[in-house]
């Protein structure tokens, strides 16, 4: 469609000026109150040995399970609202240690960032993973923090060493009382677990007579159950242990999901079971102010000047 010079003028002169006031508006509009809900967390992240296991996708590439729990943790946190608070943890051997209590995560988004990238394996203080106990202290942690934080514990499920089925750890609080969700990290497939020394460097792999296989106190007491096991010993291989999640998150009445493909996915079943608050905030309406004035301006110029080369 053509139009005369006249009203190409008035329809420039007109958009133009559109376009001026949606600025001024954007940069003199003062915030606008509304009230959105937002949900408090707490990430706590395994950093024991077999989180070195390079098996799971990020992209086109294959990357350690220690690096996919802290890229989905981050992202995770990114797509939570401003107003919601998320705090960081680390486990090892048989317990959880809460490194930043949660924070509003908009305003302090630098410094969750900072503290998650210093999240390596030489922080570990024991070689040993024991991730049903190291959930236990997480619960009983989040239990002291005001608001209650939903916990995140993101995890391979490796026990090292095994739990023998009739001496399953005691779990003594009510289960679901702090909600949460277990995060399965890893392959199904059983690979080798690197080792590292104190400089976080990978010099080789766990040999099969270098771990334990059985639960050393079944062994100990003579478990009938224990003595007759002729499981594989494979307890320096490792793979997502799937079903002992599962079981454990039933213990505590937490939710479970495998191997989550986005970050969305854990953050609606955060807020199905969350206890999620009305928090105020002023919302800005600069963005969208000013990214109308800009498509305005990019429809002053662009359409008509690719018309008319269209038909030169």
Same mark, same amino acid.
């Given at each position: 469609?053509?139009?005369?010079?006249?009203?190409?003028?008035?329809?420039?002169?007109?958009?133009?000026?559109?376009?001026?006031?949606?600025?001024?508006?954007?940069?003199?509009?003062?915030?606008?109150?509304?009230?959105?809900?937002?949900?408090?967390?707490?990430?706590?992240?395994?950093?024991?040995?077999?989180?070195?296991?390079?098996?799971?996708?990020?992209?086109?590439?294959?990357?350690?399970? /220690?690096?996919?729990?802290?890229?989905?943790?981050?992202?995770?946190?990114?797509?939570? @609202?401003?107003?919601?608070?998320?705090?960081?943890?680390?486990?090892?051997?048989?317990?959880? /240690?809460?490194?930043?209590? @949660?924070?509003?995560?908009?305003?302090?988004?630098?410094?969750?960032?900072?503290?998650? %990238?210093?999240?390596? @394996?030489?922080?570990?203080?024991?070689?040993? %993973?024991?991730?049903?106990?190291?959930?236990?202290?997480?619960?009983?942690?989040?239990?002291?923090?005001?608001?209650?934080?939903?916990?995140?514990?993101?995890?391979?499920?490796?026990?090292?060493?095994?739990?023998?089925?009739?001496?399953?750890?005691?779990?003594?609080?009510? @289960?679901?009382?702090?909600?949460?969700?277990?995060?399965?990290?890893?392959?199904? *497939?059983?690979?080798?677990?690197?080792?590292?020394?104190?400089?976080?460097?990978?010099?080789?792999?766990?040999?099969?007579?270098?771990?334990?296989?059985? *639960?050393?106190?079944?062994?100990?007491?003579? *478990?009938?159950?224990? /003595?007759?096991?002729?499981?594989?010993?494979?307890?320096?291989?490792? %793979?997502?242990?799937?079903?002992?999640?599962?079981?454990?998150?039933?213990?505590?009445?937490?939710?479970?999901?495998? %191997?989550?493909?986005?970050?969305?996915?854990?953050?609606?079943?955060?807020?199905?079971?969350?206890?999620?608050?009305?928090?105020?905030?002023?919302? *800005?309406?600069?963005?969208?102010?000013?990214?109308?004035?800009?498509?305005?301006?990019?429809?002053?110029?662009?359409?008509?000047?690719?018309?008319?080369?269209?038909?030169?």
């Amino acid at each position: 469609m053509s139009l005369s010079y006249p009203k190409r003028i008035f329809l420039t002169a007109l958009v133009m000026l559109i376009s001026l006031l949606m600025i001024m508006a954007a940069l003199w509009l003062p915030q606008v109150d509304r009230e959105i809900e937002v949900m408090d967390s707490l990430f706590v992240i395994d950093i024991t040995d077999s989180m070195n296991v390079e098996d799971v996708s990020f992209g086109n590439e294959t990357i350690n399970r /220690l690096e996919w729990a802290k890229e989905y943790t981050r992202q995770s946190i990114l797509s939570m @609202p401003c107003g919601s608070h998320a705090g960081l943890a680390i486990f090892s051997e048989a317990r959880s /240690l809460i490194l930043m209590t @949660p924070v509003e995560v908009c305003a302090n988004y630098h410094d969750l960032m900072q503290m998650l %990238s210093q999240f390596r @394996p030489t922080m570990a203080w024991a070689r040993s %993973s024991e991730v049903s106990k190291a959930l236990y202290t997480a619960i009983r942690q989040a239990k002291e923090i005001t608001p209650q934080p939903t916990v995140v514990f993101l995890t391979d499920g490796h026990e090292a060493p095994p739990v023998h089925e009739t001496l399953f750890p005691k779990f003594t609080d009510t @289960p679901g009382e702090v909600p949460g969700v277990i995060v399965g990290i890893g392959g199904s *497939d059983l690979v080798p677990i690197p080792k590292t020394n104190e400089f976080g460097e990978i010099e080789g792999y766990w040999e099969i007579n270098e771990v334990m296989h059985k *639960d050393v106190y079944a062994s100990s007491r003579g *478990d009938a159950a224990e /003595l007759n096991d002729n499981r594989p010993r494979t307890e320096h291989l490792s %793979s997502q242990k799937k079903s002992h999640m599962e079981t454990v998150s039933r213990r505590v009445g937490f939710e479970f999901i495998s %191997s989550p493909k986005s970050p969305q996915n854990l953050i609606k079943e955060m807020q199905k079971i969350s206890e999620t608050r009305q928090q105020p905030v002023k919302y *800005d309406l600069f963005v969208w102010l000013a990214s109308i004035a800009l498509i305005l301006l990019l429809l002053v110029f662009l359409p008509y000047s690719m018309f008319t080369k269209q038909h030169e």
